[in-house]
């Protein structure tokens, strides 16, 4: 078992160099082409692998890959995600509740509109007058 130690080491590291060199994104990777690093580490196992380790990816700290945001309570956020203050539940916010009132007036007289005309065509209907949609009677 000892003996296939330094085996099994070797195939673990160049694992991971091959998995590494294929989800490093493209800005990271120096000097050759992703793909060219890719076929090396694949074909070169041992060399293939220390050489992708060495110069292959640019290493940063995680320090480094943060973004530069300000600090503060907003800190990280795009501009249209950032927090607003307090948040109000919708049934709190004095807004929301205007835009249902008013959603619901609108909605109260486009009903209003829609039976007053029904009503307007039961009545020709009714009369005997001919239907604009159908056309005259026969």
Same mark, same amino acid.
């Given at each position: 078992m000892l003996r296939n130690?330094?085996?099994l080491l070797?195939?673990?590291f160049w694992v991971?160099?091959?998995i590494d060199c294929?989800? @490093? *994104?493209?800005?990271e990777v120096r000097y050759l082409p992703k793909v060219a690093w890719v076929i090396i580490v694949l074909l070169f196992p041992l060399v293939g692998s220390i050489a992708w380790l060495a110069v292959g990816k640019e290493r940063r700290s995680a320090?480094?890959?943060t973004?530069?945001?300000p600090s503060g309570p907003t800190a990280g956020f795009p501009e249209y995600e950032r927090p607003r203050?307090?948040?109000? @539940? *919708?049934?709190?916010?004095p807004e929301?509740?205007?835009?249902l009132k008013r959603d619901n007036q609108r909605h109260e007289d486009m009903l209003k509109q829609w039976e007053a005309d029904l009503r307007r065509r039961e009545e020709d209907l009714r009369e005997g007058k001919d239907d604009p949609e159908k056309g005259p009677r026969a």
């Amino acid at each position: 078992m000892l003996r296939n130690l330094p085996f099994l080491l070797a195939l673990a590291f160049w694992v991971w160099a091959f998995i590494d060199c294929l989800t @490093a *994104p493209e800005e990271e990777v120096r000097y050759l082409p992703k793909v060219a690093w890719v076929i090396i580490v694949l074909l070169f196992p041992l060399v293939g692998s220390i050489a992708w380790l060495a110069v292959g990816k640019e290493r940063r700290s995680a320090r480094a890959r943060t973004a530069a945001w300000p600090s503060g309570p907003t800190a990280g956020f795009p501009e249209y995600e950032r927090p607003r203050g307090r948040q109000l @539940a *919708p049934d709190d916010d004095p807004e929301f509740l205007a835009s249902l009132k008013r959603d619901n007036q609108r909605h109260e007289d486009m009903l209003k509109q829609w039976e007053a005309d029904l009503r307007r065509r039961e009545e020709d209907l009714r009369e005997g007058k001919d239907d604009p949609e159908k056309g005259p009677r026969a």
